[in-house]
């Protein structure tokens, strides 16, 4: 855990906390701003940097304080700062890259003392993947893919993922038979488990927000519709349906057994 906030949460670190600008306002959003909400700002704002010829340092920034805000971990942790400034806040990505510190080097023995963290970049590259967009979990402004055998989540708002879906998705998205394609700087990071009573740290990639792209097939709305009128059909029998397909996979059935059920 550490204590010091300017280091990850400041967007100008030659400033004292208390007189830094808060990262919503520099996306000129409400502290309640929605994920696609957050999304959108950061659009509208990189395209007033580009009119405005803007440095590096200024879209570097943005950058940081959308990714900040689009992690809901981060964005908790943020929060809390805004009310408690000294409240303790977790290592990003917990700490896999590369750390630059502030320190001494000791006069003997070649030691170097390190006194404060100046920056952290973390470990990042490159993926295009594809999946099923029934793998999807969806929320009523995000979409969420966690990805177990390849450990690896991907947050998808309304703004990347141009469909309107409803708390309703959940229950029927198996029957869609439609992929996206997602393209992502994924950034290195990990997640404790409990397992037989010790904490493990399991590594995971987590996507970048701001760069993350999904491309979505011409016939995705066809393939939505198609599974939504499926379910409106049969809906109400898929767990008789289940049933008897685990029964004729599992037990010796007669045919006329099976024409009854």
Request: hydrophobic residues 40%.
């Amino acid at each position: 855990m550490l204590r010091n906030p300017r280091l990850f949460f400041a967007a100008d670190r030659k400033l004292p906390w208390h007189s830094q600008e808060p990262l919503h306002r520099l996306l000129r959003l409400s502290r309640d701003a929605t994920f696609g909400e957050l999304r959108l700002g950061f659009r509208i704002r990189r395209m007033e940097l580009k009119l405005a010829h803007a440095s590096k340092a200024d879209f570097a920034t943005i950058e940081r304080a959308y990714n900040l805000l689009a992690d809901p971990q981060l964005r908790a942790a943020y929060n809390e700062l805004l009310v408690q400034p000294d409240a303790p806040v977790p290592f990003p990505y917990s700490g896999f890259g590369s750390v630059l510190v502030e320190g001494e080097q000791a006069t003997e023995g070649g030691a170097f003392f390190a006194r404060r963290i100046v920056a952290f970049l973390p470990e990042r590259c490159r993926r295009k993947l594809t999946f099923p967009l029934r793998k999807l979990d969806f929320f009523s402004d995000c979409a969420m893919l966690r990805d177990r055998n390849r450990k690896l989540e991907v947050l998808i708002d309304q703004q990347l993922l141009p469909l309107k879906w409803d708390q309703t998705w959940s229950q029927w998205r198996h029957l869609i038979t439609s992929s996206i394609e997602i393209s992502a700087d994924f950034i290195r990071t990990g997640k404790y488990r409990k397992s037989k009573g010790e904490w493990r740290l399991v590594e995971w990639e987590t996507a970048l927000p701001s760069r993350t792209e999904v491309n979505v097939p011409e016939n995705l709305q066809e393939s939505i519709l198609k599974a939504r009128n499926t379910n409106s059909r049969f809906g109400r029998y898929f767990d008789d349906i289940d049933r008897l397909r685990w029964h004729i996979q599992q037990i010796p059935t007669e045919r006329d057994e099976i024409r009854r059920r």
